[in-house]
């Protein structure tokens, strides 16, 4: 795995493309090459070296170098003249990010691979790699950069990663390194794991996948990495007509559905249905305990929602908690007219103070194995600062999960100024929020913890 990690731990890189060349259909573009270059001047920590091969070769710009990693960004046959190259000056792994390249030119790449132990990304990753931690960054998507966090994302394709670090942005979701796979010649699902695996700044591990060569490695090695880390799978091309797509998308054989999921299951992989739900799962794994039990309870400040929240926890495979009468007696004493029957509705007026003490009474409670606190701020007298107990009273009970869920879209934004940071998973929708849930509990259960 030594050679793997130079995809994304380098302390030089070679950007290589062009500032005039233009594919007629194809990525090769001077707006590709110049924002590249511009995001890893921006963000990247270690050495950069620029060669435009319309101004300089790499011979001119090499002199004195020691780039351990090559992101290429040319047509099929430049791109393969500058992989020789590159890989004839001692450079450890290439990033191929432009795509069109025929059997034969993957071939090429395969040989070169055996050759000279370089490894390859790609081609066809469109995007390439994000490294958090030292700032490489290779899309082109001028300053974009999600913040710094504990998630992996690996996608075998380039639009769907895409709109996984498109959200990550908007919604400030914590990322440590993104892989952008493509075409997969050297560098697969299999090696990318056992980096993340080994990866101190990675806790969960997200996968857009359509398709896998070596199934049995693939089951094999996702097994290893689930017991100490979470891995979740979006699976694209699970239709016939899909699938048929999908091998001409990423040269990829999606295979049947069914064996598909057998084999996640087998693994200890967590499935999920799209690509919202693996980022929010993913929120939760990253940020929460595994879920020890079935039970739920359920703290709101509103009626409905919390009915809603119900429904979404029994559709999800879990259980309303029964809480015991002792704690009911303690919440309906200390506030006349609440009903602590679960879901606990605390009534619009509640705040800070009654949202501490009723989560403090409901984690307590050892018929309660997780937590779904609902704090709608519309129609309520909650407001944003009350949310701050929440966050404080969930960390004395480290050993069960709780998210929370400020329903809605402008009082989400408000609660999440608030909360964003914090070890507090938050879901604009009950719905969402339950199925995290369901994540937290698939994962103690394969990992029996």
Known sequence: MSSVKYLFEPKQVVLIGSSKLREKVGMTSPHLFTNVVYNMRKYFKGKIIIVDINEKTLKDRFEGTKPELAVIMLPPNLSLQQAQKCADYGVKALVMITGGFKNHQRQQLVQMRGDYDIRILGPNTIMGVVNTANGLNTTFERGLMPPKGN??????????????????????????????????????????LEYFNQDPKTKVVCLYM???????????????????????????????????????????????????DAALRKAGIIRVEDLEELLNAAIALSKQPPLKGDNIAIVSNVGGPAILAADAVAKNGLKLARLSESTKKEIETRYPGVDASNPVDMIADAKAERFAT??????????????????????????????LVVAKTVKKFSGKPVVDVPAGGEDYNRIHKTLGKSSLPLYNLPEKAARALKALRLYAKVTKK
């Not at 049995?216 to 017991?227: D, G, H, M, N, P």
């Not at 409901?362 to 779904?372: E, F, H, I, K």
Request: glycine content about 8%; hydrophobic content about 45%; some cysteine.
């Open 151 to 192: 998630i992996a994302v690996i996608s075998q394709s380039g639009g769907v990663g895409a709109c996984l670090l498109d959200w990550a942005c908007f919604y400030e979701v914590g990322v440590s390194k993104f892989a952008f796979m493509g075409d997969k010649v050297d560098v697969n699902d299999v090696d990318l």
């Open 210 to 260: 359509e398709g896998v060569e070596n199934g049995r490695k693939f089951i094999e090695t996702a097994k290893t990495v689930v017991e100490k880390k979470p891995i979740l799978a979006v699976k694209g091309g699970v239709t016939k007509e899909a699938a048929q797509r999908a091998l001409s998308h990423t040269a990829s054989m999606a295979g049947k559905d069914e064996v598909f």
């Open 358 to 387: 009723v989560l403090r009474l409901v984690l307590a409670d050892s018929n309660v194995d997780g937590v779904m606190v609902i704090n709608m701020l519309k129609s309520t007298f909650f407001e944003p600062k009350d949310a």
